[in-house]
């Protein structure tokens, strides 16, 4: 048995179907049937190997790291650019996913090829095709470890053996082509500014820099450079290289990266897109309200429907809603819960795509849009489009209200709904979320939901979303509709006082029968200092920067690499509010959170620049998280911060380039935003953009952001499609793989905000 040190999850370079040759292969594993104990497999520690009745049996203890429980074979010589065909049998009491490497013996572990292993309860086969990448003496290798449970994998007539080459078979999907062949560059597909950077990456097995050239749309030479090697790559798997063509100035279309005999997808250069994205981005809230009909010439005839949840059958809709009651309430809040009222919480945003309304995710969706419009009020001295009153595709064009504002508005007055009436118990107190009382399945349009809807107890995270969003409504809204404006200032004050009054009434956490997400949360510090935040820069009160100041978050970090802020931790969020429209703030106190926001700036461009595909994030053991793209997003917003605080354009640039990523500068070669770019997602989850399912519906709409990759594989489609990716290609565009490809409220907002921030800022 040898000893190896950690290794790294390869993404596969060169997969190919079966191929048959003509004459006996010779074969390359030495006892692969397992008879005479000859076999020359090895194990590290958590796995023990024992050989018995012709096969190979590992016993592998629970926990650890994938590749911290490994199975494998040494010294097999490949012969660079031919093809071999790897097989076995595989045995097992369970089902398990798990990676199979064929790589370098030795550092840097240079891939020929990954594949996804998987076990059934049972014997079954193994059979896959791969392209050898160089002659090094290289090792087959199984990353066994994660388990919950001790498990036991036994292998049995293993093989490897030289193939011949057919033709390849176009039909492979897009995520395992991705985790399997030789990729082509990867670009910002929607297009590059023509004074910004301006780069792209190539995953290639070279350690040398490589020939690029640019080819216009004729296909004819007009620049060329030599790529930058940036080592290997856990995220994609591969070994990357940065290709820089900053300098190309020429405005047109249909340009290409070409490395080799590869070409990536066409791009432009000096088109504008981020003021059309911004439309599209912002445009998508309307065909998600609920409880209003969806009309065809505003959306898009593809897209019209009548008003979700407002007929009393099948549903009983959501104007006079119960609270959830009975067993249920007593399995999730400990007795019988109820309340004696019905509450009208029609209106506002569904969540994603199911027909779920969620204070906490309303509440920092609508703050993203409310932040967008206040950005271009003040730094853009109120000359950016968000202003305008006919910006998107909405009925309320022309009412004398910007469109930002009518957005906001439709999800602020459902939160408002969702407040305990006086004489209650919990009185003040928001409602964490309603929805249906049972999971409906694909495709369903909201006015066909057949189940029973009820409201969920009041939460202090739902109370403090309010008070927090209505304040910033409040001061935004003043000029353009002052009665709405005081009436939401005294529902934020009165959440806040209600808040107090109960501090920690969590959100419990289920088992995700009750037909929605649970949206727990057992810390309500973050939620504390955004309301404070917002409240204080409404009022100028002291009461409330007294509580700023009291925080945990007054003057520690709010800006981790993994993510700055999202629906759960909103710290991030109050502290940018706080420094870009700070000014009330007592001098010392608004240099420290300015400063705080441009180191974290700065330390965000630092590790910018240790990623290949240009992306500002990097979680921890790099595992990408849920909903990795609107992270990578919220990473941005604090970047643009910097920018708007200091006019540096090193953090401009910095936003433009990670935009590179959510536009196709990626290890699947995929723009992650709807109608952008050549090759986009498509197939967000979701019950009524519902096109893969029936052809009569439509796919999302353009403008909508697909989540993105995540390590975590919590959808069946995912468990069976991505077992072993690596965390870039954790992703698959199928409107089944809910923890891969959702789409959100507070997803889209950023989205709004940042292709705002580019639309407008010019250095």
Same mark, same amino acid.
């Given at each position: 048995?040898?000893?190896?040190?950690?290794?790294?999850?390869?993404?596969?370079?060169?997969?190919?179907?079966?191929?048959?040759?003509?004459?006996?292969?010779?074969?390359?594993?030495?006892?692969?049937?397992?008879?005479?104990?000859?076999?020359?497999?090895?194990?590290?520690?958590?796995?023990?190997?024992?050989?018995?009745?012709?096969?190979?049996?590992?016993?592998?203890?629970?926990?650890?790291?994938?590749?911290?429980?490994?199975?494998?074979?040494?010294?097999?010589?490949?012969?660079?650019?031919?093809?071999?065909?790897?097989?076995?049998?595989?045995?097992?009491?369970?089902?398990?996913?798990?990676?199979?490497?064929?790589?370098?013996?030795?550092?840097?572990?240079?891939?020929?090829?990954?594949?996804?292993?998987?076990?059934?309860?049972?014997?079954?086969?193994?059979?896959?095709?791969?392209?050898?990448?160089?002659?090094?003496?290289?090792?087959?290798?199984?990353?066994?470890?994660?388990?919950?449970?001790?498990?036991?994998?036994?292998?049995?007539?293993?093989?490897?053996?030289?193939?011949?080459?057919?033709?390849?078979?176009?039909?492979?999907?897009?995520?395992?082509?991705?985790?399997?062949?030789?990729?082509?560059?990867?670009?910002?597909?929607?297009?590059?500014?023509?004074?910004?950077?301006?780069?792209?990456?190539?995953?290639?097995?070279?350690?040398?820099?490589?020939?690029?050239?640019?080819?216009?749309?004729?296909?004819?030479?007009?620049?060329?450079?030599?790529?930058?090697?940036?080592?290997?790559?856990?995220?994609?798997?591969?070994?990357?290289?940065?290709?820089?063509?900053?300098?190309?100035?020429?405005?047109?279309?249909?340009?290409?990266?070409?490395?080799?005999?590869?070409?990536?997808?066409?791009?432009?250069?000096?088109?504008?897109?981020?003021?059309?994205?911004?439309?599209?981005?912002?445009?998508?809230?309307?065909?998600?309200?609920?409880?209003?009909?969806?009309?065809?010439?505003?959306?898009?005839?593809?897209?019209?429907?009548?008003?979700?949840?407002?007929?009393?059958?099948?549903?009983?809709?959501?104007?006079?809603?119960?609270?959830?009651?009975?067993?249920?309430?007593?399995?999730?809040?400990?007795?019988?819960?109820?309340?004696?009222?019905?509450?009208?919480?029609?209106?506002?945003?569904?969540?994603?795509?199911?027909?779920?309304?969620?204070?906490?995710?309303?509440?920092?969706?609508?703050?993203?849009?409310?932040?967008?419009?206040?950005?271009?009020?003040?730094?853009?001295?109120?000359?950016?489009?968000?202003?305008?009153?006919?910006?998107?595709?909405?009925?309320?064009?022309?009412?004398?209200?910007?469109?930002?504002?009518?957005?906001?508005?439709?999800?602020?007055?459902?939160?408002?709904?969702?407040?305990?009436?006086?004489?209650?118990?919990?009185?003040?107190?928001?409602?964490?979320?309603?929805?249906?009382?049972?999971?409906?399945?694909?495709?369903?349009?909201?006015?066909?939901?057949?189940? +029973?809807? &009820?409201?969920?107890? %009041?939460?202090?995270? =739902?109370? /403090?979303?309010? !008070?927090?969003?209505? @304040?910033?409504? *409040?001061? +935004?809204? &003043?000029?353009?509709? %002052?009665?709405?404006? =005081?009436? /939401?200032?005294? !529902?934020?004050?009165? @959440?806040?006082? *209600?808040?107090?009054?109960?501090?920690?009434?969590?959100?419990?956490?289920?088992?995700?029968?009750?037909?929605?997400?649970?949206?727990?949360?057992?810390?309500?510090?973050?939620?504390?200092?955004?309301?404070?935040?917002?409240?204080?820069?409404?009022?100028?009160?002291?009461?409330?920067?007294?509580?700023?100041?009291?925080?945990?978050?007054?003057?520690?970090?709010?800006?981790?690499?993994?993510?700055?802020?999202?629906?759960?931790?909103?710290?991030?969020?109050?502290?940018?509010?706080?420094?870009?429209?700070?000014?009330?703030?007592?001098?010392?106190?608004?240099?420290?959170?300015?400063?705080?926001?441009?180191?974290?700036?700065?330390?965000?461009?630092?590790?910018?620049?240790?990623?290949?595909?240009?992306?500002?994030?990097?979680?921890?053991?790099?595992?990408?998280?849920?909903?990795?793209?609107?992270?990578?997003?919220?990473?941005?917003?604090?970047?643009?911060?910097?920018?708007?605080?200091?006019?540096?354009?090193?953090?401009?640039?910095?936003?433009?380039?990670?935009?590179?990523?959510?536009?196709?500068?990626?290890?699947?070669?995929?723009?992650?935003?709807?109608?952008?770019?050549?090759?986009?997602?498509?197939?967000?989850?979701?019950?009524?953009?519902?096109?893969?399912?029936?052809?009569?519906?439509?796919?999302?709409?353009?403008?909508?952001?697909?989540?993105?990759?995540?390590?975590?594989?919590?959808?069946?489609?995912?468990?069976?499609?991505?077992?072993?990716?690596?965390?870039?290609?954790?992703?698959?565009?199928?409107?089944?793989?809910?923890?891969?490809?959702?789409?959100?409220?507070?997803?889209?907002?950023?989205?709004?905000?940042?292709?705002?921030?580019?639309?407008?800022?010019?250095?």
């Amino acid at each position: 048995m040898q000893a190896l040190p950690k290794l790294q999850i390869i993404l596969a370079l060169g997969f190919l179907s079966f191929f048959t040759v003509n004459s006996e292969p010779v074969e390359m594993i030495a006892d692969g049937s397992f008879d005479n104990s000859a076999d020359g497999f090895w194990a590290s520690g958590g796995v023990v190997l024992v050989r018995e009745r012709g096969k190979l049996c590992a016993a592998i203890q629970s926990g650890g790291e994938p590749w911290q429980r490994l199975l494998g074979v040494n010294d097999l010589l490949l012969q660079p650019g031919k093809f071999y065909r790897l097989s076995m049998s595989l045995e097992d009491e369970g089902r398990h996913v798990f990676p199979v490497l064929v790589q370098r013996n030795a550092e840097p572990w240079t891939a020929h090829a990954t594949f996804g292993g998987e076990t059934q309860p049972g014997k079954r086969g193994f059979a896959e095709v791969f392209k050898a990448q160089e002659a090094e003496p290289a090792q087959i290798i199984f990353h066994l470890g994660g388990a919950s449970k001790p498990w036991q994998l036994c292998l049995d007539d293993v093989s490897l053996v030289e193939a011949a080459p057919e033709a390849l078979d176009e039909s492979v999907p897009v995520a395992a082509e991705t985790g399997a062949r030789e990729m082509p560059p990867v670009v910002n597909q929607g297009g590059y500014f023509l004074d910004g950077p301006k780069r792209g990456t190539i995953m290639s097995g070279s350690d040398a820099p490589l020939m690029f050239k640019i080819e216009d749309a004729q296909g004819a030479m007009v620049g060329e450079g030599m790529t930058v090697p940036a080592g290997f790559d856990e995220t994609a798997g591969s070994r990357v290289h940065v290709a820089d063509f900053s300098a190309f100035s020429t405005p047109g279309h249909g340009y290409r990266l070409v490395a080799g005999a590869l070409k990536s997808q066409p791009f432009s250069v000096g088109e504008d897109i981020y003021g059309r994205l911004r439309i599209d981005a912002l445009s998508w809230f309307y065909p998600q309200r609920s409880g209003m009909e969806i009309k065809g010439e505003i959306a898009g005839e593809a897209y019209a429907r009548p008003a979700g949840h407002l007929q009393e059958s099948p549903n009983q809709g959501d104007t006079k809603v119960s609270c959830l009651a009975g067993e249920v309430a007593k399995e999730l809040y400990g007795k019988d819960w109820r309340c004696d009222y019905r509450l009208d919480v029609s209106g506002g945003w569904y969540d994603a795509g199911d027909h779920g309304k969620y204070v906490v995710n309303g509440g920092i969706a609508v703050a993203q849009l409310l932040g967008t419009f206040e950005r271009g009020l003040v730094y853009e001295k109120g000359g950016s489009p968000v202003l305008s009153d006919s910006l998107s595709r909405i009925p309320e064009n022309g009412n004398g209200i910007p469109d930002l504002l009518d957005e906001a508005r439709w999800e602020l007055e459902f939160l408002m709904k969702m407040t305990v009436p006086d004489g209650e118990p919990l009185a003040g107190m928001v409602h964490h979320k309603v929805h249906d009382t049972q999971w409906t399945g694909l495709p369903m349009l909201p006015h066909l939901d057949p189940e +029973l809807r &009820a409201l969920h107890r %009041p939460s202090t995270a =739902a109370t /403090l979303n309010l !008070a927090a969003a209505a @304040a910033q409504g *409040a001061r +935004l809204f &003043a000029p353009y509709d %002052p009665e709405f404006s =005081a009436r /939401l200032l005294n !529902a934020g004050k009165n @959440a806040w006082r *209600a808040a107090a009054t109960s501090p920690v009434l969590y959100a419990p956490s289920s088992d995700g029968r009750q037909g929605g997400g649970d949206y727990d949360d057992t810390d309500v510090t973050d939620e504390t200092y955004w309301a404070a935040a917002e409240l204080y820069l409404t009022t100028g009160s002291a009461r409330y920067l007294s509580a700023l100041r009291k925080s945990p978050f007054w003057s520690s970090s709010v800006f981790p690499a993994s993510g700055v802020f999202d629906w759960r931790g909103v710290a991030g969020l109050g502290r940018l509010n706080l420094a870009l429209y700070g000014d009330r703030l007592p001098e010392k106190d608004r240099r420290m959170v300015r400063a705080s926001v441009i180191d974290a700036a700065t330390a965000f461009l630092a590790l910018q620049t240790t990623q290949a595909f240009g992306q500002i994030y990097k979680p921890a053991e790099n595992r990408y998280d849920w909903g990795s793209n609107h992270l990578i997003l919220q990473n941005m917003s604090v970047v643009a911060a910097a920018y708007d605080l200091t006019g540096d354009n090193k953090f401009l640039a910095g936003v433009r380039e990670s935009m590179d990523y959510l536009l196709g500068r990626n290890a699947m070669n995929l723009s992650y935003i709807t109608g952008y770019g050549s090759s986009f997602a498509r197939n967000q989850h979701s019950r009524w953009y519902a096109h893969q399912l029936d052809s009569r519906l439509p796919h999302p709409p353009n403008g909508t952001l697909a989540g993105g990759p995540n390590s975590t594989l919590v959808d069946e489609i995912a468990k069976e499609k991505l077992g072993g990716c690596a965390p870039q290609t954790c992703y698959i565009d199928d409107i089944m793989s809910w923890g891969t490809n959702e789409m959100t409220i507070n997803w889209n907002a950023p989205l709004v905000y940042i292709a705002s921030f580019l639309a407008d800022t010019r250095p």
